[in-house]
């Protein structure tokens, strides 16, 4: 996850200065445990790196994470995610 640490989001895309950046698993979470391994308390910048899974049917909630992973569940969807998630700083 370095790239990460080369992408400058706005402010607007914490809930506070201190918020974990998310690095968020939408649909199912084919990778399992490895990536909150790899990721979880790692650093970005400033910021401390979270990974949480997001149900296929929540994509509103992923509009709260910093960078997302579509699952191969949800590529029938990708068209709609990507419209859904457009606006958001993901």
Known sequence: MNFGRFIDWPDSAFSSADASLRVCVLGENQLGRSLGQFVDGKKAGDRTMSVSDVPGSAVAEAKNCQIVFV???EIARAAEIAASLEV???
């Open 71 to 73: 699952s191969a569940s």
């Open 88 to 90: 958001a700083p993901v």
